[in-house]
C-alpha cells in the first residue's frame, strides 16, 4: 500500500486526499491551520462559488493555461455534480454558468468533503506546519515543527500567498525551488487597486456601475461592465477585480497602468450627448451641478467637475455645444492612474506560481522528481472570478490523489 503524504488541507489537498485513499492508499493530510478548508469557508462571500459549469483554459491565466484542459475535461461540470451528488452535496447552478451549494452556504461544502475524506480513511493532521521536505533514495521525508515522517510520495497542496490571515503561506514555493522547480513570480489577483488621484478617496463609498477599461502601457487591453465601489486607497467593485489579474500582472512587470470609466455604459458616446443635451434643455437654470444629479451619484459630479475645470455652479444654458462633448467624454473616459494592487492579504488568488513546464498534466507529477506531485493554487494557474479557481483545485487535486495511488 502506498504511503502518501499531502501538504496542505485546502481544497486540492482534501480532493487529492479523498481519491487517494478511495483508489487505496494510505493518505495523511498536513495542515497547519487548526482546521482544514479555512478559504472553503471564506469563499464566495460565505457562500462558495464552488465551480463553472464552463470552464475552459480560457478561463485561466498562466505561462501556460493550456496546461489546465487536461484536468478541467476530467473534472467537467456533470462529472463534479455526480460527484457532488455521492458526497451529499446539491449544487445551485445560476444562468450564468457559476454554481454554489444549493444551501446557499459554504460550511455544507466543507462538511461534505470532510465527511467523505473520513469515511474515505485519510488521516487528517492539524496544526502541524511542514517546515521542509527531502527525498532519499525512494523515500521522502516531511519534516514538522514537531516530528518526522517517511512516505512513499508527496502532494504540495499549499495554495498561494493569497489571504495570509486564512493561513496562506508562501511554502510550497520553497519546497519546489528545494527540488530543482521554477517559480514563475507571483503576484495578488482578484484584488482592489490602489490609484493616484487627488480625489478617489473623497469619493470613498460611492457605488455604481461602470464600464472599466484597463490600459497598460497606452493600450486598451480588457473590458468589463460591472460594480465598482470608490475606497480609501483606491476602487474596488466586481468589475475591477475582473480586470485586476492583468493589472497587477503589468504592474509587477513595471508597465504603465490605468483604468478608463464609463460612468454610463448604457450610451454609446453619440447617445450620451444627446441624453445630456435634452436633461440640460429642461432644467437650463440650474447649476450644472444639480443638473447632473438626475444621471449620477452626486459625490462623483463634484470630482468629474472638477476634473473637467468646469465650476460646480455653472448654469447649465451658458455651456456650449463644445463643452456639453468636453463632459459627456469625460464621464464617458474618466481617466485614473493605477499605482499598486492592494497586496496579498485582500486577494482572493495569486498569480504565478510553481512553473506548469516541470509538471505533467495528465498525472500532476513532477517532471523532475518521480514521486513528487503538485495540485491547485501553488501552480502558475490562476483563474477568472466565478469558481474557476476552485474548479482548477478540485480538477488538478482530483487527477493527483488517483495517480499517486498506483
Ligand atoms: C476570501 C476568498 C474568497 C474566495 N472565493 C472563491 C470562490 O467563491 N470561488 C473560487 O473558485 N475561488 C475562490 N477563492 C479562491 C480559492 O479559495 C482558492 O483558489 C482555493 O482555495 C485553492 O485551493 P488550494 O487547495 O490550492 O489552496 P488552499 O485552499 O489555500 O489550501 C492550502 C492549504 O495549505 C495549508 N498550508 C500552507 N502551508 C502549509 C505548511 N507549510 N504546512 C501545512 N499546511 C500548509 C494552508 O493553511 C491551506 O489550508 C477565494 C479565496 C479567498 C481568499
Known amino acids: 500500500m502506498k504511503k502518501i503524504a499531502i501538504i496542505g488541507g485546502g481544497a486540492a489537498g482534501l480532493m487529492a486526499g479523498l481519491f487517494a485513499s478511495r483508489a487505496g492508499a494510505n493518505v495523511t493530510i498536513y495542515e497547519h491551520n487548526n482546521s482544514v478548508g479555512k478559504k472553503i469557508l471564506a469563499s464566495g462571500n460565505g457562500r462558495c462559488n464552488i465551480i463553472n459549469t464552463t470552464a475552459s483554459s480560457e478561463d485561466y491565466a498562466g505561462n501556460d493555461p493550456q496546461f489546465a484542459t487536461y484536468?478541467?475535461?476530467?473534472?467537467?461540470?456533470?462529472?463534479?455534480?455526480?460527484?457532488?451528488?455521492?458526497?451529499?452535496?446539491?449544487?445551485?447552478?445560476?444562468?450564468?454558468?457559476?454554481?454554489?451549494?444549493?444551501?446557499?452556504?459554504?460550511?455544507?461544502?466543507?462538511?461534505?468533503?470532510?465527511?467523505?475524506?473520513?469515511?474515505?480513511?485519510?488521516?487528517?493532521?492539524?496544526?502541524?506546519?511542514?517546515?521542509?521536505?527531502?527525498?532519499?533514495?525512494?523515500?521522502?521525508?516531511?519534516?514538522?515543527?514537531?516530528?518526522k515522517q517517511s512516505y512513499n510520495k508527496i502532494l504540495i497542496a499549499t495554495g498561494s500567498e493569497a489571504a495570509p490571515q486564512l493561513g496562506a503561506?508562501?511554502?510550497?514555493?520553497?519546497?519546489?525551488?528545494?527540488?530543482?522547480?521554477?517559480?514563475?513570480?507571483?503576484?495578488?489577483?482578484?484584488?482592489?487597486?490602489?490609484?493616484?488621484?487627488?480625489?478617489?478617496?473623497?469619493?470613498?463609498?460611492?457605488?455604481?456601475?461602470?464600464?472599466?477599461?484597463?490600459?497598460?502601457?497606452?493600450?486598451?487591453?480588457?473590458?468589463?461592465?460591472?460594480?465598482?465601489?470608490?475606497t480609501a486607497y483606491g476602487i474596488s467593485g466586481l468589475a475591477i477585480l475582473d480586470v485586476s489579474q492583468r493589472a497587477s500582472h503589468a504592474l509587477m512587470n513595471k508597465q504603465r497602468v490605468s483604468i478608463s470609466l464609463n460612468l454610463l455604459p448604457r450610451y454609446d458616446r453619440?447617445?450620451?450627448?444627446?441624453?445630456?443635451?435634452?436633461?440640460?434643455?429642461?432644467?437650463?437654470?440650474?447649476?450644472?451641478?444639480?443638473?447632473?444629479?438626475?444621471?449620477?451619484?452626486?459625490?462623483?459630479?463634484?470630482?468629474?467637475?472638477?476634473?473637467?475645470?468646469?465650476?460646480?455652479?455653472?448654469?447649465?444654458?451658458?455651456?456650449?455645444?463644445?463643452?456639453?462633448?468636453?463632459?459627456?467624454?469625460?464621464?464617458?473616459?474618466?481617466?485614473?492612474?493605477?499605482?499598486?494592487?492592494?497586496?496579498?492579504?485582500?486577494?482572493e488568488v495569486s498569480g504565478g506560481g510553481v512553473s506548469t513546464a516541470q509538471i505533467n498534466n495528465k498525472t500532476m507529477e513532477s517532471k523532475r522528481v518521480d514521486g513528487l506531485y503538485f495540485a491547485g493554487e501553488v501552480l502558475d494557474i490562476v483563474g477568472k472570478r466565478g469558481g474557476y479557481n476552485f474548479n482548477f483545485a478540485w480538477a488538478s487535486g482530483m487527477i493527483a490523489g488517483r495517480e499517486m495511488a498506483k
Open 270 to 347: 453619440g447617445e450620451l450627448v444627446s441624453v445630456i443635451e435634452k436633461l440640460f434643455a429642461s432644467v437650463a437654470r440650474h447649476d450644472i451641478h444639480t443638473a447632473l444629479c438626475g444621471l449620477l451619484p452626486t459625490k462623483i459630479i463634484t470630482y468629474l467637475l472638477e476634473d473637467a475645470a468646469v465650476p460646480q455652479n455653472t448654469t447649465v444654458s451658458s455651456l456650449n455645444p463644445k463643452e456639453i462633448k468636453k463632459l459627456a467624454h469625460l464621464i464617458g473616459e474618466w481617466r485614473f492612474e493605477v499605482t499598486d494592487t492592494h497586496g496579498f492579504k485582500h486577494a
Open 71 to 147: 484536468a478541467l475535461k476530467q473534472l467537467n461540470f456533470h462529472y463534479f455534480e455526480k460527484f457532488c451528488h455521492s458526497i451529499g452535496l446539491l449544487l445551485d447552478i445560476k444562468d450564468d454558468g457559476r454554481c454554489y451549494p444549493l444551501s446557499n452556504e459554504a460550511k455544507s461544502v466543507l462538511i461534505a468533503l470532510k465527511s467523505a475524506v473520513s469515511d474515505a480513511g485519510v488521516s487528517i493532521i492539524t496544526d502541524f506546519k511542514v517546515t521542509a521536505i527531502t527525498k532519499n533514495d525512494s523515500h521522502f521525508s516531511v519534516q514538522t515543527e514537531h516530528d
Open 169 to 230: 503561506t508562501a511554502d510550497g514555493y520553497c519546497f519546489a525551488r528545494a527540488f530543482g522547480h521554477e517559480i514563475i513570480p507571483t503576484y495578488p489577483s482578484l484584488v482592489q487597486l490602489h490609484l493616484n488621484s487627488k480625489n478617489h478617496h473623497k469619493m470613498a463609498g460611492v457605488k455604481t456601475t461602470a464600464e472599466v477599461t484597463l490600459i497598460i502601457d497606452g493600450k486598451s487591453n480588457t473590458k468589463v461592465t460591472g460594480d465598482i465601489l470608490f
